[in-house]
């Protein structure tokens, strides 16, 4: 995993639309998040806060660092291009992790 990562924000890429080489614009796909989602998960989120509740705490055993379990420190991510000429959108196929992530303007 690499700690931080920038990213141009002007780049040439294949496009397969074009089926060309283009000059694209970098996005960043938002991911995950508290979304009002499906019902299912509306479920899971109820029951975390009713266990959350009261005195006693979380049931969970806590995240502490260094241990094998526990929330990841870094955020996966997700690149969108952009083309210039035809204007569709491509998503990049690999995600990756990072601990910060930057797209520079040029
Ligand atoms: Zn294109």
Do not use: W
Request: proline share 4%; charged share 30%.
């Amino acid at each position: 995993m690499v700690i931080n990562i920038k990213v141009p924000k002007d780049v040439m890429r294949h496009c397969p639309t074009c089926r060309k080489h283009t000059a694209q614009t970098t996005e960043q796909v938002k991911t995950a998040g508290r979304r009002s989602g499906s019902a299912l998960k509306q479920g899971t989120r109820r029951k975390t806060g009713y266990l959350h509740k009261g005195y006693g705490g979380s049931p969970y055993p806590k995240i502490e660092h260094g241990s094998k379990f526990g929330a990841k420190t870094s955020h996966k991510i997700m690149l969108r291009y952009k083309c210039k000429e035809c204007g569709k959108k491509n998503q990049a196929r690999t995600a990756f992790r990072a601990k910060k992530f930057e797209i520079k303007k040029a």
